[in-house]
């Protein structure tokens, strides 16, 4: 691939609850903050929140979609988590392309929520072959 798209997203995915758990167990991250309503209510969000590494995944997913081969073996993703995600919430990732250097794109990437809040900011950057 020589050429990077401008503009890259993903349609929204509903982040249930069952995810939240099915992540849990893969991941090995029990944290109550994810998984026990009564622990949630008393932190500073007030109820559950979604484990950042699956909203993250977003990211990675569209790059993967975008320029498989090449994201998995050469890409990096550079990331702040800015907001909590909520079981219930409806995320999409998007990433703009900023420039292309070294044999690169490098790509604004986003994640954001139903309200358009994003939630996760950073930096994507994927080689390009000739």
């Known amino acids: 691939m020589s050429s990077a798209p401008e503009r890259l997203e993903t349609p929204p995915r509903l982040i249930t609850q069952g995810q939240v758990v099915e992540y849990a167990d893969a991941s090995g991250d029990h944290n109550p903050l994810h998984l026990d309503e009564e622990f949630a209510r008393g ?16 990211l ?27 079981p219930g919430d409806a995320i999409r990732a998007s990433g703009t392309l900023k420039r292309i250097e070294g044999g690169a794109a490098v790509y604004e990437a986003v994640v954001a929520n139903q309200d358009g809040a994003s939630v996760i900011t950073g930096e994507a950057e994927v080689p390009l072959s000739g």
Not at 60 to 86: H, N, Q
């Open 43 to 58: 932190s500073p969000y007030g109820r559950p929140i979604v484990h950042g590494m699956l909203a993250l995944a977003m």
């Open 60 to 86: 990675s997913e569209m790059m993967t979609a975008s320029f498989g081969i090449a994201w998995l073996s050469g890409g990096r993703l550079k990331a702040r988590f800015r907001a909590p995600v909520f």
